[in-house]
């Protein structure tokens, strides 16, 4: 069935599943001598989180401070930014070519802490953890591996709930991923944020992220980054920031769109995990349903 053919579609690293569509061994091996700076700003969330809206966020935060302190070589480049947002996506050079560039790297990533280069933690480079509820992460990641050619896709919905239960899927389980975060959340170099904080009030979330990073922004700047990462206005600019991948990447944007797909039983059976897996760790207790 599907379900095997996307299990076929997967390969191991450290324990969690990866989809070797899109990432390989050989480029995570190449990844784990990547040397990170304190400088560094990174972004770490599951897939679906809205990791592409906290990104723009973090790059336009990045981009602006730079020029404010007119120093042209802390800001990338459009081709830059195009190549280098997600750590694990790439080719087995990549990080070679990012030693060589001397900005404020922002990187993305949805690995899991332990699949990634011990420097990240050593240099101690400042870390912003974004989480979403599980219901609404399922739901977006659904719509996004059945409209997306490159993961694998799924017959029904009832078989992807399956997969995101048990964890067999690209990037592993949800609530595996929430759990081994929540044992980095107190370190002083890492902000937890959420989606639905971001979406109930995206100007303090802005403010809060850009004083996390020692980004000096004035309030006329924070403002223009608060409207330029508005759900409309990155869908317009879709085309333009993600190419054809835009038209699926901004789908609805919205909070509890979960209750369109699912049924009651599957309600109860992830509130169930929930409770049991994440109610009690640190970033389980940030999350809002
Ligand atoms: P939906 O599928 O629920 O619409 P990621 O970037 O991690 O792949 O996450 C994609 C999700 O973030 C999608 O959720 C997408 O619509 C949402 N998203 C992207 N930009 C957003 C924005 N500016 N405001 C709110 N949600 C946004």
Redesign the pocket.
Known sequence: GATMDCEDLLFSYKGILYPTTVCSPEVFKALECFEARREDVILA?Y???????AGQILTDLVTTAAENTEDETNSLNDEELEEFPYLEIGDTEKYQRMEKLSSRRVILTHLFPHNLPESIFKNKAKILVLVRNPK?VA??FY??TNDMSPLPSYATWDDFFTAFMTGKMPWGSYFDYICEWSKHVDEENVMTITYEEL?ENRALGVKKIAEFFGLLLTEEELQAVTDR???QA?KENAQKTHGAFGNI??????VS?WKNLFTEDQNQEMDKTFEECLAKTKLGAKIKY
């Open positions: 969330g897939p679906k989180s809205g990791t592409n809206w609404d739901t977006s719509h996004f979406k990462s508005g759900f990155m990447l901004f789908r609805k944007g919205s769109d």
